[in-house]
């Protein structure tokens, strides 16, 4: 029988994460994020909560909010909703993680292939975000994530440092199209 040697690739169908460099700006491809969402079940939310911060080492993020304690990092997608972040080459199997901590309090998905993201950072970030999404990018606050259109595509907008730091979580599907959206942006605003 044939070995089969599958390499991974990267949303944009690279071998390795795209980087495009603007002046004051970076625009990277980021891969080493295992991704799952969390959904508490009806009736269970009070459950849910404590066994979140049990096993995340810190409460679940309220509206709009990201929380972080060690190697997890979560934030709010809708009621009752969340994604949980953490390093892929630790945490590969993040959703059964989860599912073995959180037991019948949530629902579990894994959704680390399902979504592409992009780092955006430097000075230059508020300019490139004010040309891509009706979020007011200047009042956004460290550790704030809201979810917007890009292109036409709905995503997830994190602000990690106010002002300078950003992750664009979007379908992978949609890799190409939100990449041209950014690097097509920062070409005009810088």
Known sequence: MPEHRLKALAPLGGATPKVDRFEGLTITEFTGVALASIASRVGKEKPCATAAKKVLGVALPDVGKIASRGVFNAFWTG????????????????????????????????????????????????????????????????????????????????????GEAFSVYGPRSSAGSLHHALTTAAKSAL
């Open 79 to 162: 009621p009752e909703q969340w994604f949980v972040e953490a390093p892929f080459e630790t945490h590969e199997d993040l959703a059964a993680i989860l599912k073995a901590g959180l037991k019948a309090t949530v629902s579990v998905t894994e959704q680390t292939d399902g979504w592409c993201r992009f780092d955006v950072e430097g000075q230059g970030a508020v300019k490139v975000f004010e040309r891509l999404c009706p979020v007011n990018i200047r009042t956004m606050e460290s550790d704030t994530v809201s979810r917007t259109a890009i292109d036409h595509t709905g995503c997830f907008l994190l602000c990690r440092t106010a």
